[in-house]
Every structure is written in structure tokens, then in C-alpha cells.
């Protein structure tokens, strides 16, 4: 059943969508259904990729994870997203860059923040 702020990801062009509002439907692409990506929330093996919130003087710093992600051109974080009762901010990342991003919101107003590795997929805290 779809719900608002899912993902979907489709498995023949790479297109992904993030449901704004649940109509009911099926989401199809290229021909077939989306797969609907799952939030990890358990880091396994070497890498790691569960947000770290960090609480500075205004708003906050997400890192990606424990252990810096590799930035690489195959293999990259796309981007990290703080949702909150009001809304949700999301910044995208290019391969180089630091694994991290900083958001206006105290750490009281968070309900998950997420991100995504363009390998490894969702992951949540
Ligand atoms: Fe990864």
C-alpha cells in the first residue's frame, strides 16, 4: 500500500520518486511496478551508512555514518533528508564531497532523518 514519503526506485532506468501524497494507485515505470525501497536502520559489514545527528549551536549536522561513507563517482551518497511535523529539507551530494549536511531544526523537531547511498540504498535514524 503506498504511503506518503515512501521511495520507489525503478529497476530498469534508475528512476526514483518519493510519494508527496498517497493516492492509492500503483506506481509503474518503464513497463513494470516500482519496487519500494526499505529504510535500513542496522549498519552491516565494513561500511556505514546510519544518519548521525549531531546537535550544533543552530540546527543540526547529519553525518553519513559512524565512519565516513565513500564519496566516489561509483559509489556515493545522493543525498540526506530531515523530516519534521512541518515538513521536510533534503540536500543532494556529488561524488567528492563531504558525507554531511546541515539542516535548520533543533533535534527535538526531528522524526527521521534518512539518506541514500546510490549502491546500499535507504537508510534511516
Ligand atoms: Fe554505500
Redesign the pocket.
Known sequence: MIQKGQVYKCNVCGNIVEVLYAGGGQLVCCGQPMQLLEEKTQDEGK?R?VPVIEEQSQGIKVKVGSIP??MEEA?YIQWIEVITQAGSFRKYLNPGQTPEAEFPVSKGEILAVREY?N??GLWRS
Open positions: 561500511e551508512h561513507h565513500p559509489h547511498c549502491i546500499h
